[in-house]
């Protein structure tokens, strides 16, 4: 696979998942001149490199200009969406479990445990 060979969508944006396991993902992402403005709010930590073209995002109501090669790591939780891009503008993403949400899932675990000891009848 050549990270370069790919077409470009005729309007938003086209993603493609080229490696995941249980706590990681990398993904292509192909975006036109006409992205879709969603709001993201991830769960995962994300890093972006620009690989090619340019684009504007706003990043917790902030805007941030991208050229290539410019990288960007958005915290998990972060609200965060692209509001423009030149034709052709070329992402490689990598979705991470970032620490928090890794602490809150042990959290929730531990207190699960305790309810369901607290809840068993005495013996």
């Not at 991830?42 to 090619?52: G, M």
Request: with cysteine.
């Amino acid at each position: 696979m050549n990270i370069y060979d790919y077409e470009i969508p005729s309007d938003g944006e086209l993603f493609e998942t080229l490696y995941r396991n249980s706590q990681t993902a990398i993904v292509r992402i192909v975006s036109s001149e006409t992205p879709e403005e969603k709001l993201y709010i991830q769960e995962e930590d994300e890093w972006v490199c620009l690989l090619e073209g340019e684009a504007l995002l706003e990043i917790d109501g902030k805007k941030l200009e991208m050229k290539r090669g410019d990288t960007l790591l958005i915290p998990a939780l972060t609200p965060h969406r692209v509001l423009k891009t030149a034709e052709g503008t070329l992402w490689l993403a990598v979705h991470c479990q970032s620490d928090s949400s890794k602490t809150m899932k042990t959290e929730n675990r531990q207190n699960r445990k305790r309810k369901n000891e607290t809840s068993r009848p005495s013996q």
